[in-house]
């Protein structure tokens, strides 16, 4: 519950960013949404895998040093 909390939290934070960049170098608020709503979908995916490798070589590395 707490990664699926911290991705969601993670997600808004990038689309915030995102959309914010986005608008600066385009100072259009459309090309911004669009721009902003496309890399933080697949950046939030990422983050979600790669959360999960890293639990996963923690519950291992745990594992190795108790056996």
């Known amino acids: ?3 699926a ?8 934070m ?3 960013v995102a959309i ?3 608008y600066a170098l385009t100072r ?4 911004a949404l669009a721009i902003g709503m496309i890399e933080p979908v697949f950046q ?16 291992r590395a745990a594992a190795a040093t108790t056996a």
Do not use: C, N, P, Q
């Open 14 to 16: 990038h689309l915030t």
């Open 28 to 31: 259009d608020w459309r090309a």
């Open 44 to 59: 939030t995916l990422a983050f979600a895998i790669h959360e999960r490798v890293w639990d996963r070589l923690g519950r």
């Open 5 to 12: 909390k911290k991705t969601v939290s993670y997600s808004i």
């Open 20 to 22: 914010t960049v986005a």
């Open 1 to 3: 519950m707490r990664a």
